[in-house]
Structures are given as structure tokens and as C-alpha cells.
């Protein structure tokens, strides 16, 4: 009888640690062994970028260090020209939290994997599971259209098809949901124009949009023209997408990407990491992604997952 305690609480004992593993494994699907991460060889000359009094965001943050200055470009390659004050100059200025801050989850909770830390961008997440891939890219372009007064220009559709009008919010209608059909409906004679109004017609986007629905909204776009704000999609249930931050050039004309994401859950938008590398392992040659493609942690990609707004 006590053989047959035993052989019990052995099977009982396994099972919750499979349980352990396949809930380690929601988040990080391959974790890093240390003995397959190499490490890569540092680049070029620090940055040290002064953020232009004209470029704003309006949530709350502390403007700490700019992203484009947290990470030396590769050796040899330089930072493209861009316009002042176009997407891809907004991007590069984006603030960062101090170096050495963790990521951590809409729950407040530090996510799983630190190590591919590379740096924190300084700008809330919410306190629900929406902000996740595809909704950080959303909530980028969307700050940067808001911060430009180009409120026309944000708008998203739905995983129904129905597009959503952030100029038909500042109205005063909202959106109803019944099923799979969406419609405007006016809720109050007054309009609503504040940054927190825009804030929940972007969480209400957040609820029915996705990696499906943006990758057929968005543009092909060849890794010649490759540039700031572009993104590269995998479009899906799940998908995923990452986000050009900033792009460097050498004299051959050769390219190299800074990638920011959010991931599931939802969790502070970061910059991410090569796979099989540490230290500075941030840089992503283009000429990589038309060869054999970019290895994340997360997910793989190729030439043909790169678009544009």
C-alpha cells in the first residue's frame, strides 16, 4: 500500500513540474542556453543626441536618455539623414528608462526573461493585457500622428474590417460592438478632444485590432527603401511585429536596423535583441534579411514581412 503512495505522489510531482515548464515556455518559447549565446563584438562610436525642443510626446515620462543614444552603431556605419520632425526623427528620440531597468508586465510583475533586455522605452502600458505586439505599434504611429495635430490620419481597422476613425471619436461618436458587426453611434452632444479621449479610443482599437488586420492595412516595402516606422509583420492568431526605430548606413551603402516591440502579455516596449548573442547584439543587417533573414527570440523574418505605413 505504501508502494502505491508513492508511485502516486511521484506522477503527481512530475505533472506539476510539466505544468512548471509549459508555463515558462508561454512567454519564451526558446530559452537561451548560455552555452549557444555568443557574444558580439562591439561597433562603432557612442551617440549623443540632443532631443529637439519641437518633438513631443504626450504621456508621461521623465526624458531620460534618447533610444538612438543607448547603443553604439556598427563600425563603420553612420545614422541615415531624416527629416526634422518626421516619423522616423520622433522614433530616434523616443525616451528611455535608466540603463539596467527590467521589463515588466501590465500587472507590474518583471517579465521572465531579462537577459534580452536591451533597453526599456519610457512610456506606460496600461493596466490591461491589450498594449501587446501590434497594439504598441499601433499606439506609436498614433502618438506621433496626435503630437503632429494629423488626427485624420489615425485611423485602424478592426479584424471585422471596420475602420476606425480617430476624427469621428474627437466628434463625440463611439463605437458599438454586436457580434462581428461594429457601427459609430453619437453618445453625447459634446466632443471629446482631450489626450485622455484619445487614449481610450486607442485602447478601444487595442480591443479589436490585431497583427491580422494591421499586416492588410499596411504597404510592401523593399529593403532598399527600408526606413524608421517601418515594420516587419507576421500576421496572424498569434502574429507578431517589430518596429524600425532607427537606421545606420555605411559607405558601401550598406544597412543596419534598431528594432523595438511589445510582446504577450502585454509588457513595456523595448529594443530587442538578435538571437544567440548578448551585450550589444542589437544591430540587424538588412543585407541578413535578404539572405537568410532576422532570428529574435520570438519569431524569424524574412524580406517579405517588412512594410510600411
Known sequence: MNMIRFK???AVLFFFAVGIHFSYTYEVQN???QSLIKKEKTVGKGINFVRPGNIKYAWKHSYNELLINRHPVPKGFQLT???????????RCLPLKPKGTPIKLFNG???MLQALNAGVLDIDIGETDLQQCADAVIRLRSE???SQNKFADIHFNYTSGFKAEYSKWRQGFKIGVKGNHAYYYKKSLNTDK??????KYLWNVFNYAGTYSLNKELKKQTT????GGDVLIIGGFPGHVVMVAAVAENTSGEKAVLLIQSYMPAQNIHIVKKQLT???GVWFKVSDLEKKGWKTWEFDYTKEHLKTW
Open 144 to 146: 506621433y500622428l496626435y
Open 8 to 10: 502516486i505522489l511521484i
Open 278 to 280: 548578448r551585450g550589444e
Open 81 to 91: 539623414h531624416v527629416v526634422k520632425g518626421s516619423f522616423e526623427h520622433w522614433l
Open 224 to 227: 532598399t527603401n527600408i526606413k
Open 194 to 199: 482631450t489626450y485622455q479621449g484619445f487614449r
Open 109 to 111: 510583475k518583471k517579465k
Open 31 to 33: 530559452s537561451p542556453s
